[in-house]
T-cell receptor, first 112, second 113 residues
Framework: SQKIEQNSEALNIQEGKTATLTCNYT??????LQWYRQDPGRGPVFLLL?????KEKRKERLKVTFDTTLKQSLFHITASQPADSATYLC???????????FGTGTRLLVSP | EADIYQTPRYLVIGTGKKITLECSQT?????MYWYQQDPGMELHLIHY???????EKGDLSSESTVSRIRTEHFPLTLESARPSHTSQYLC????????????FGDGTRLSIL
């Protein structure tokens, strides 16, 4: 069956450290993968998009990798801050052009 | 600064009522989407539209209906609300060109008593 897996347990890290979140998928062949941030009671906010022919994408303190052999994407936040605390969702184009399938998200908690 | 607006933000209403959740965007996007999200769970696509007069059902079956008469407006309607419809409903839009990210509203949290 098709599924997208993100670590359901919250990730707790100290301010200044690098947070690494994982997104694994099964039985999909996505052309691209996206990462979103969601705060409690708010809608997701787009962060980064990476295409299947790209290994890595960076934006300020954020970095995303995409390994189509391992069927995995890693999302890194360097020099993390308490303001980075949120739930991070990965999404891929699993069922049709511009229709996204979302993972359940991983909650990140950055403590001062 | 929000470019996609959902109203109401919260709605508590009794069983059997007709409900319309509003969604409007000012970005001129062709594609619009409705998702349903329960606490701690993933977003599930329930409806989408590729443009005016185009609507399709999503991957999760829903008793709701949608319409797309104007580019900027994509309302969702429940003809007779039931407790099983209690959830958060999120609206999103994306540019019609290429594989663009989706822009989300802040959702409507719906509770049916």
């Amino acid at each position: 069956s098709q599924k997208i897996e993100q670590n359901s347990e919250a990730l707790n890290i100290q301010e200044g450290k690098t947070a690494t979140l994982t997104c694994n998928y099964t039985n999909y062949s996505p052309a691209y993968l996206q990462w979103y941030r969601q705060d409690p009671g708010r809608g997701p906010v787009f962060l980064l998009l990476i295409r299947e022919n790209e290994k890595e994408k960076r934006k300020e303190r954020l970095k995303v990798t995409f390994d189509t052999t391992l069927k995995q994407s890693l999302f890194h936040i360097t020099a993390s801050q308490p303001a980075d605390s949120a739930t991070y969702l990965c999404a891929l184009d699993g069922t049709g052009f511009q229709k996204l399938v979302f993972g359940t998200g991983t909650r990140l908690l950055v403590s001062p | 600064e929000a470019d996609i607006y959902q109203t109401p933000r919260y709605l508590v209403i009794g069983t059997g009522k007709k409900i319309t959740l509003e969604c409007s965007q000012t970005m001129g996007h062709d594609k619009m989407y409705w998702y349903q999200q329960d606490p701690g769970m993933e977003l599930h696509l329930i409806h989408y539209s590729y443009g005016v007069n185009s609507t399709e059902k999503g991957d999760l079956s829903s008793e709701s209906t949608v319409s797309r008469i104007r580019t900027e407006h994509f309302p969702l309607t429940l003809e007779s609300a039931r407790p099983s419809h209690t959830s958060q409903y999120l609206c999103a839009s994306s540019d019609g060109q290429g594989r663009q990210p989706q822009h989300f509203g802040d959702g409507t949290r719906l509770s049916i008593l």
